[in-house]
């Protein structure tokens, strides 16, 4: 028996003015997966999730979440999310117990709930001894723990990530993915990047965006039938850029 799905996004489609930035983008997600969403910079990702999260409405097509539609029930699909920006939505002049509990009564966390998710995600984040920390005076790597925490306070079946690693140091990364890791365990995970061995470490399936257009989903196993995940994300992208030509 499959897992369930936990959101689906049916023919995407999104324009910046008469430029359409994302084209017809369509796939699904089932509870417990990591799905890597990959592409060049330009490609779509960061629009595409911000249709996903309900930040951006598309100008065409749709996304269920936890099978509510977020054209007509916002309320509900949006509660069953977390989203972390490429740029976290962080207060630096907050300390970082101020701040997950200002994220999880906007979330709606009821307050016998409170000091139970605040002190479940921080430990699940690395952040147990960070509370009364300021953010603005935490490292690079220590406030996306915090953006990642703020994401999933509220326990949500989806978490989204827009590039949480970039401009981390090795050690930094390597955290991160753990933790992407297990929030697989428990949530659905969208992952955006660039960094193609990420995807390799941490995501069941994958999703390549190339000028908005999906030019592929499948596996893992799928995406290297042929060769390397690189080669066979190069040659993707060189197949489509002939076609286009």
């Known amino acids: 028996m499959s897992a369930p799905t936990t959101l689906s996004a049916k023919n995407l489609v999104r324009f910046h003015g008469k430029r359409r930035v994302v084209d017809d983008v369509s796939f699904t997600l089932q509870r417990g997966e990591v799905l ?7 490609a779509g990702k960061s629009t595409t999730l911000m249709m996903l999260s309900g930040a951006l409405q598309p100008s065409s097509g749709s996304v269920e979440v936890c099978d509510f539609d977020l054209a007509q029930r916002a309320d509900l699909g949006k509660a ?51 509370g009364k920390r300021l953010i603005g005076e935490l490292s690079k790597g220590y406030q996306q723990r915090v953006g990642i925490a703020q994401a ?57 965006l190339r000028e908005g257009r999906n030019i592929f989903s499948g596996s893992l196993d799928e ?23």
Request: aromatic share 4%; with cysteine.
């Open 36 to 42: 890597g969403l990959l592409g060049h910079n330009g």
């Open 152 to 208: 999933i306070i509220h326990q949500p079946a989806v978490v989204i990530l827009d590039e949480p690693t970039v401009g981390l140091d090795p050690a930094q990364i390597r955290d991160i993915r753990e933790l992407i890791s297990e929030l697989g365990d428990s949530s659905s995970v969208i992952l955006s990047t660039h960094l193609l061995h990420e995807v390799e470490q941490v995501c069941d399936r994958a999703v390549i």
């Open 80 to 130: 069953c999310l977390g989203f972390l920006p490429e740029h976290p939505p962080l207060y630096r002049d907050m300390r970082v117990d101020d701040q997950l509990l200002f994220a999880a009564r906007l979330h709606k966390v009821g307050k016998a709930q409170l000091d139970e998710y605040l002190e479940l995600t921080k430990r699940r984040c690395g952040l147990l001894d960070w």
């Open 223 to 245: 995406l290297r039938a042929h060769s390397d995940i690189e080669s066979s994300f190069l040659r993707l992208n060189a197949a489509t850029e002939s076609e286009q030509a």
